[in-house]
């Protein structure tokens, strides 16, 4: 399975995505530059975090008007398996991939730091290899990751199951209904604070990142191979 990790000006978090799939995960891994115009070659597409851009205007807002980004919602609408972390997230959002907005945290600082994640929905292409109601440590790192919808948005969440991770045992950035994580209707983009492949070995605190990569490539080799 081969991965793209993009990279935009100003992300930070593409090396530690890279490592994780590649040392990790075993997977073949590139990186891929914010103005390539084609991602055809790739069967995943992961999108870091950091600051692109210096979170200019907001957050992941000009990193969301890549050429890209052009080809990342090709790929989802051919149904690759995408995933944004922390500003990937917000990226995803600014791009119209995921539905919501992200706001400054509640107490106007930056948090970094290990957080319990629930896992709410393990149905699906990220999420196959948890239990549901799984309790993981992954940490977080962001200072505009308070997640906010309307009311018909968190119903519509709701009610498609697309709330994947909340924060387990407190809410650190004021996010609307604990959310953590969401998913695409059609399941197939994951936007996500927690950092995922800061949590995929022993040495790191916790191994319970791993299994969210390892989703994905147990669900891709049981439709390709």
Known sequence: MKFAVLVFPGTTGEVDLYDAIKDELGEEVEYVRHDATNLSEFDAIVLPGGASYGNYLRSGALA?????????????????PILGVCNGFQILTEAGLLPGHFLKNKDLKFICRPMQIKVENNETIFTNEYEKGEIVNIPIAH????????????????????????YANENPNGSVENIAGIINKKGNVLGMMPHPERAVDALLGSEDGLK????????WRELHV
């Open 143 to 166: 200072e505009d990751g308070n997640y906010y919808c309307d009311e018909e948005t968190l119903a519509k969440l709701k009610a498609n199951n697309q709330i994947v991770f909340t």
């Open 64 to 80: 969301s008007r890549t050429k890209v980004m052009e080809e990342v919602k090709k790929a989802a609408e051919a149904g690759t």
């Open 212 to 219: 969210l990569f390892k989703s994905i490539v147990k669900q």
